[in-house]
């Protein structure tokens, strides 16, 4: 191995030496599992509980599975021939995905080898040989031959995912969870690996797109379960502490991070102008903002100064009626992502998670959701996500009205946007959107860090100027006075529309701020202020920490209350182009300094939408108790009708 500008490389020799090893994994090894159960025939059964385990099933109606593995033992290279049916000739994308898979153990086997150097797993493996292992020391072998175990596993799931990445199709296949993971030995760990993988192309496979899909699926499966398994695990510093990289295959190795190329997704969607978006001043300046915040994404340093100085939004919720612009500000933010990222020549991708990927197969709803997160938070590009009319996706727990699906997909994204495991680099931003925000999950509402209120036109001018526009150019009525887009001009609209929050628009909070600043004068200290706060929290105890959080990440957004210059988006070399470090100092050089009036403002603005939200929920509440009871009433009159007659 040696030192890249990337981190240690993995040599191509080291790797080649492994072939022969490899190559007899795939042609036959005898193993007995002891956690994995050999693959029955598709499961049809439909539950609406969560089980232990999820079931799979196959994408392809009316599909007919069947088993060929061999229960004398493992023999994947035969496998992988006949999963095509009875074709006596071995196919093209067969002999890739044996090709692949030969060349991802290699590269597993060399990590493995230099890891048990750099760790003395190693030295500790010959003295065990030698029977020479002193006692005091074997808890250290032990764990030491785990770590290796999780880092060969993942390297070769990861390296087998990333080779087989261009070969994809639109078909996919759906493996259920990986049981078979070992860690008593790294060859041990790569059978039960093996075993499992033959398993499921035996079962699942029934042509060469579903072979590269059930090998893929398993591959990104293995890659979770053990990334989850190492987080308990102990001796990896080794192998999480340092870049490997494989120069051949453009293949670089950061501990249990999935590698994958920057691929683009292909838009389809209308992409709108800023002018289009009228009215929702602070939510369209916000998206602006965001919109080159998130180019200032550092790819190879994997984070954005943004993040480091704290002032970006990784989550956001946009509320308001039907029909205020909620797609059309999505369509503006998406395109000029879109738009910076074809500049730069970074690849980006745009998905949304829709009503469509809830299912009533177990397990299946949270698995559609955490593919949208994957897809979104990949660190090779710069993502946009949109999760459309949320309070129908997400369900609210405690809700009888919430399907299990919905459930599941409530689960998966309060784990992904502010869970143990979230990690936030500043490549991308979610946004969630909703005519009626208050059918949300309090706790998965409050993981939206910034709030968009999205109220459409307000004014005349706004009427104005939404009506030109939507008329188009095949008319001849004069405009008339009036200065068209005047009342659009973004800095003016926006400072009065902050302005505006210096108290509180909702009634009830009105009356919590007028009594504190009555009783301890005006908020100008941090101890009034958090005296203002306790005031909101007694008023709604949902008004916990994580809302004072999300307050201070959004003054600390406000300290950022500048745009990037439109030239650093179109000459990428003045700004995105620049080491992270520059970009950094670029960056505080513009930041303002935080003031009592933003920090009342911020305070203000996230109150005003819990308490607009909590009204409405209540009102909903007394709206549905009321109709229960007239329900009741008729029922009863209609009853004792019938029983007099």
Request: net charge negative.
């Amino acid at each position: 191995m040696s030192l890249t500008s990337d981190g240690m490389e993995l040599r191509e020799a080291d790797i080649a030496k492994h072939y022969p090893a490899a190559v007899a994994m795939l042609e036959g090894f005898d193993h007995a599992p002891r956690v994995g159960r050999p693959r029955e025939p598709e499961a049809r059964e439909r539950s609406s509980g969560i089980g232990t385990r999820r079931r799979f099933r196959s994408t392809t109606p009316g599909l007919v599975t069947r088993s060929t593995a061999r229960p004398e033992g493992v023999h994947l290279l035969e496998t992988i021939a006949g999963s095509d049916g009875d074709d006596p000739l071995t196919s093209p994308m067969q002999a890739t995905v044996a090709q692949t898979l030969r060349r991802a153990l290699a590269i597993a086997l060399a990590m493995g080898e230099g890891f048990a150097e750099a760790t003395g797993l190693a030295d500790l493996r010959r003295a065990n040989l030698s029977g020479a292992l002193g006692a005091d020391r074997k808890t250290e072998f032990t764990e030491l031959l785990a770590a290796e175990s999780l880092a060969v596993c993942h390297v070769f799931a990861n390296a087998t995912a990333f080779l087989l990445g261009p070969h994809g199709t639109e078909v996919t296949v759906e493996v259920g969870e990986v049981e078979e993971v070992l860690t008593d030995n790294a060859q041990l760990a790569l059978h039960g690996a093996l075993w499992e993988l033959e398993q499921d192309i035996s079962a699942l496979a029934g042509d060469d797109a579903r072979l590269v899909a059930v090998v893929t699926a398993f591959a990104e499966q293995l890659m979770e379960k053990v990334a989850l398994r190492a987080q308990n695990a102990a001796r990896l510093e080794a192998f999480v502490g340092a870049t490997w990289r494989v120069e051949a295959d453009d293949f670089t190795i950061r501990g249990f991070e999935a590698a994958a190329k920057g691929t683009s997704t292909t838009l389809a969607m209308e992409f709108k102008q800023p002018h289009e978006v009228v009215g929702n001043h602070i939510a369209k300046y916000q998206a602006l903002k965001l919109a080159k915040m998130i180019m200032a994404y550092d790819f190879d340093r994997r984070l954005n100064p943004f993040v480091e100085l704290g002032g970006f939004i990784f989550t956001f919720m946009g509320d308001g009626k039907p029909g205020t612009g909620k797609t059309t500000l999505i369509r503006m933010m998406a395109g000029l992502i879109h738009g910076y990222c074809q500049v730069a020549g970074y690849p980006f991708r745009y998905a949304n998670l829709s009503t469509e990927s809830i299912d009533s197969y177990q397990g299946k709803s949270a698995q559609n959701a955490k593919s949208f997160i994957n897809t979104i938070i990949d660190p090779a590009v710069i993502g946009f996500g949109t999760i459309d009319d949320i309070d129908q996706l997400a369900g609210k727990r405690g809700d009888r009205q919430s399907s299990a699906g919905q459930l599941e997909i409530t689960a998966v994204l309060m784990e992904s946007f502010s869970g143990a495991n979230t990690v936030v680099r500043g490549n991308c931003t979610f946004g969630m959107f909703s005519n009626y925000p208050e059918n949300v999950d309090d706790a998965l509402r409050q993981r939206a860090g910034a709030r968009f209120l999205v109220d459409g036109p307000q004014t005349r001018e706004d009427y104005i100027d939404i009506l030109h526009l939507l008329m188009g150019k095949n008319h001849s009525i004069p405009l008339g006075a009036h200065e068209l887009y005047a009342a659009q001009e973004i800095k003016k609209a926006v400072a009065a529309s902050f302005e505006s929050h210096s108290r509180p628009h909702e009634e009830g909070l009105l009356r919590v701020y007028e009594r504190v600043e009555k009783d301890i004068g005006r908020l100008d200290t941090i101890a009034k202020l958090g005296t203002y706060l306790k005031g909101i929290q007694e008023a709604d105890e949902r008004f916990t920490g994580r809302a004072i959080k999300n307050i201070t990440d959004a003054v600390k957004v406000r300290a950022m209350d500048f745009e990037l210059p439109d030239e650093w988006m179109e000459e990428p070399e003045l700004f995105l182009f620049k080491p992270y470090d520059e970009k950094l100092g670029m960056i505080e050089e513009l930041r303002k300094p935080i003031t009592v009036e933003m920090v009342i403002q911020e305070i203000n603005r996230y109150a005003d939408s819990e308490f607009r939200y909590a009204d409405k929920s209540d009102e909903a509440a007394i709206a549905d108790a009321v109709r229960d009871m007239r329900r009741m009433e008729a029922a009863k009159k209609r009853y004792l009708e019938g029983r007099d007659g």
